[in-house]
């Protein structure tokens, strides 16, 4: 079995996933400095610094968790203190080209990058999270991770990998999320909500539907982010995102 990690991660964003991952990873006795642009947010256990360069300073592992947008000035404003023997992950959900432009900043420096295809709701699972990761840094990412508790697959060598399975997976996942909300609007302006309820819990697995459905209206943003970047993926391989545009555009509905 391999060693439980003695380094220091930084973790750049600490919103919902980042605060819990981070917690997560404080409560493992791992060394772990937080930074995000909301002084409020904060994480339990977790050495909370000034700006992004100094939360990555010193740190042999350093998880950008924030939005799509925020990807690339996230790399670029550690770029500094990033330099050969050092790690980069990536935990952001984009489509696969944004990643390799993000691996095009840090690879540079010397530091290994990684692209962490994060799957499944950070804030139940925290560490226990799994994950696809590819990248030069795939390797060490999981030597690091797999012994505080974190199932990671590698999906190959190269950056981009481990998101294109991801956003395909969320074509399906997002999708169905967005024809359960639809069909329960559509059903309960018809009066027959309740009905239908059950007869998705039928279908789904009856907690299933309620997931889907308070996940959606409280993780709207980002799902709709997520599902763009899938549609971006669908049109790079030469296919039409009918599924993943109406899907978004129903999601949209819920901001």
Known sequence: MSERFSGTIAVLGLGEAGATLATGLAARLVRVRGWDPDPARTAEG???????????????????????????????????????????????????????????????????????????????????????????????????????????EIAGPDAGTASTRKLLRSIFMKGLAASVVESLAAADAAGCEDWLRGELATVLEGSLVERLVDGSKLHARRRVDELKAAAELERELGLQPHVADAAAATLRGLL
């Open 46 to 152: 977790v050495e909370r610094v000034a700006s992004a360069l100094q939360c990555a300073a010193q740190a042999d592992v350093v998880l950008s968790v924030n939005a799509q947008a925020a990807a690339i000035a996230a790399a670029e404003s550690v770029l500094a203190a990033l330099a050969p023997g050092r790690l980069y992950a990536d935990l952001n959900t984009t489509s696969p080209s944004l990643k390799r432009r993000v691996a095009a900043i840090v690879v540079p420096s010397g530091a290994a990058f990684v692209d962490v295809a994060i799957l499944g709701p950070v804030p139940a699972t925290g560490v226990r999270t799994p994950c696809l990761v590819s990248g030069p840094g795939a390797e060490r990412f999981a030597e690091v991770f797999r012994p505080l508790g974190m199932p990671v």
